[in-house]
DNA sequence: CGGAATCCTCTTCGATACTG
DNA sequence: CAGTATCGAAGAGGATTCCG
């Protein structure tokens, strides 16, 4: 075993599962649900295809990815987190919560997947102040993603996928709805940029606190 | 500026900053105060001289760590976290908890610093089960490390040095104490392994309850 | 002795091309 | 679609040396 700290510490083992590089941006992409491996490289942008292959590998030993073979008519291979993946969320979300602070304003320049709304939703979730709410929200990036936003009794749950009764539809392209999660962009200013809403007009005033500023 | 991923996402902004190999354990030496080069190397147990030279100076120009020069008597420079870098300490946490659950039972055969003691104590605390209650704990290794741990409403603060009127002072060896903050040692069975613990026999009760298994 | 810079080797990464 | 193969460039690891 290469490039291991072996150090007795929680930190340090944490780091020998998931410290290498791109390790954390797979469990990214698995958050949202099971994905197959081109979609993987789609949504790392840059990873070189030989460093995915040895990651999910990795991943798989570490008892944290399980790949699963589609029946038949889909033949094909997804990977997906484990329980013991999925445990990690917590701590990417915390990483999430800390990078976005100092996240450039979304400019173009740099790549944002659709998807990633699922991450940037739950790190930005206060629980304290979404005390007692429950209502939904839906997210759409037309032809791409949709994600939404379910909070029960104060508990939220963001996943790819249509909401059930949503109290509001926001329509927008990724980079206005990323930078709207991220806190760089109100949702007055991005309805001046296009972006579609649909709803109840309170439930955006709720949403704005649920999801304060990082 | 090389190997980031520079995507407009928190974590994968995070991790430009912190994803480097070693970087996140610079933070975790650093989470107990500030502290010398030697002092670094030392804690970090196997880190090359010229790594830690390297992410120092990366995390100085990220603006997560500063250095500063002692007063003459003392005349050495040592390390510390700026602001930005502190804020580190959820996520670190967060991984820390993570990390733990698989952390192989202290056998000897890993390495370990009592001063991570700050770190297991911060990552283990359940905020849920202190809820309404203040008192102090200290830990000794005699002839290293004095870290305390003061709760106050609910609130814990892990750190270097004596807790002023600890309910409950325990004196074990590093290896002794860093199990039992684990979980993988009970308080019960590190008295019987020669662990010495003054103070009111309740007040353990209560920092096991505060300090739940991973 | 604290605080590095240097030299060297070895591994991994990144980019791309290729194959079942 | 799901990877493997190849190859140059960059970093990590280890030991040693240097400087105040």
Redesign the pocket.
């Known amino acids: 075993m ?2 291991v ?1 072996a150090q007795h510490c929680g930190l340090a083992q944490a780091l020998d599962l998931v410290g ?3 390790a954390l941006l797979i469990v990214r992409e698995l958050m949202a649900g099971p994905r ?6 789609e949504g790392l942008v ?12 990795e991943l798989e030993a570490a008892g944290l990815v399980r ?1 699963r073979r ?1 029946a038949p008519p889909a033949a ?4 997906e987190l484990t329980g013991r993946g999925h445990e990690l969320e917590p701590a990417v979300a915390a990483l999430a919560r800390w990078g976005m602070k100092s996240l450039p304003a979304a400019n173009g320049s740099r790549p944002f997947r659709a998807h990633w709304l699922v991450l940037a939703l739950r790190a930005r979730f206060d629980e304290d102040a979404a005390e007692g709410l429950s209502e939904s929200y839906e997210f759409e990036v037309p032809g791409d993603a949709l994600v939404s936003l379910t909070v029960e009794e104060g508990r939220a749950e963001a996943r790819l996928g249509a909401a059930t009764e949503p109290a509001l539809r926001i329509v927008a392209d990724a980079e206005t709805l990323l930078a709207m999660t991220d806190g760089s962009v109100d949702p007055a200013r991005a309805l001046a940029g296009g972006a579609l809403i649909e709803g109840d007009p309170a439930a955006l005033g709720r949403l704005a606190a649920i999801l304060p500023s990082p």
Chains 1, 2 share one sequence.
């Open positions: 290469a490039r700290y290498e590089r791109w197959r491996y081109t979609d993987l490289a840059s990873i070189p295809s030989n460093v995915l292959a040895a990651r999910l590998r790949r589609l094909s291979t997804v990977y």
